[in-house]
């Protein structure tokens, strides 16, 4: 049974940072590309970063330059640093795997996770 967790959310001020955390368990994460996507009230879900299972990096234009994706094989992991939050990224996260190579979000997802809150606000 494949299962990818989230965790590390919370609330947080304007500029601060945070770490996501998604850990799979049922599947390799070095067959898989892992990516996250949010979900904003009264909006549909998007995507934010993936990471293949060659360690290609893809990021939407709105986190670029902010939030880093990385990936450790040999945990399982996959984390999402996220650097100078802005109010417009308080979303749920989602963790999310594909055996495509995750470059916009509009690929197919065969795995999601149950997603984090994240809240930035003064």
């Known amino acids: 049974q494949v299962e990818l967790l989230e965790s590390g959310g919370g609330l947080v001020q304007p500029g601060d940072s945070l770490r996501l955390s998604c850990v799979a368990s049922?599947?390799?994460?070095?067959?898989?590309?892992i990516a996250w996507f949010r979900q904003a009230p009264g909006k549909e879900r998007e995507f934010v970063a993936a990471?293949?299972?060659?360690?290609?990096?893809y990021y939407a234009d709105s986190v670029k330059g902010r939030f880093t994706i990385s990936r450790d094989n040999a945990k399982n992991t996959v984390v999402l640093q996220m650097n100078s939050l802005k109010p417009e990224d308080t979303a749920v996260y989602y963790c999310?795997?594909?055996?495509?190579?995750?470059?916009?979000?509009?690929?197919?997802?065969?795995?999601w996770g149950q997603g984090t809150q994240v809240t930035v606000s003064s």
């Open positions: 049922g599947l390799s994460t070095h067959s898989y590309a």
């Open positions: 999310a795997a594909s055996r495509a190579t995750i470059t916009s979000g509009r690929e197919p997802i065969d795995y």
């Open positions: 990471v293949s299972w060659r360690g290609f990096r």
